[in-house]
């Protein structure tokens, strides 16, 4: 073997370990595009392909899970959005939220031409700030209610003392007020 042999085989190696651990540099978890338009329909139809959604989390996409924001949409695991069942009116955005032991991203789907659907959450938050029946304080008397334990003096108190007898290794004597208690419930200190 020549000298230089070794040095050779150890640039080699160098350039495929650097071209192994390339692909794991180039890659970024979570979804390819945050943002997706999609017009409006007259109808979403049930199970036909609506838009493909591409997540990686650069570790071969082991148990991945997706959730979107309206119950009337599902994601396929081939990463295909699909109608549950006919609709014509979703709203003006939906989310989907896609998610591995490893990463988890969320995208955002624009539906160019939608509506917002009545009782939206910005429709029920409106109708509250603008509400004929104006908000009052409401003004409820409750009597103090005296505990006689927020008297006493501060806490920890001792409230009986348990000590062992020397004579009697099997014995143990309770003093205070707690003394004529159960020995098994017997509340040593507050």
């Not at 150890?10 to 338009?37: N, Y």
């Not at 955005?93 to 789907?109: C, G, I, K, S």
């Not at 160019?112 to 029920?124: A, E, F, M, N, P």
Request: proline fraction near 7%; charged fraction near 20%; charge should be neutral.
């Amino acid at each position: 073997m020549q000298p230089r042999t070794p040095l050779v085989l150890c640039v080699l190696l160098s350039q495929v370990l650097l071209l192994t651990s390339a692909e794991d540099l180039d890659c970024t978890p979570g979804f390819q595009q945050k943002v997706f338009h999609i017009n409006q329909p007259a109808e979403f139809i049930e199970d036909q392909s609506i838009l493909n959604l591409t997540f990686s989390d650069c570790k071969g996409n082991d148990k991945l899970r997706y959730e979107v924001s309206s119950p009337y949409f599902k994601v396929n695991s081939d990463g295909g959005l699909v109608a549950l069942r006919n609709i014509t009116a979703v709203g003006k955005t939906l989310f989907v939220h896609a998610r591995t032991p490893h990463a988890e991203d969320m995208a955002e789907l624009v539906i160019v031409g939608g509506k917002d659907i009545q009782g939206s959450l910005q429709d029920i938050f409106k109708f509250a700030r603008t509400s004929p029946v104006p908000r009052q304080k409401r003004s409820i008397v409750v009597s103090p209610i005296l505990i006689p334990e927020n008297q006493r003096q501060p806490f920890p108190r001792d409230v009986g003392k348990r000590t062992h007898n020397p004579i009697n290794s099997e014995l143990l004597l309770n003093e205070g007020i707690t003394a004529d208690l159960n020995p098994c419930i017997t509340i040593l200190a507050i």
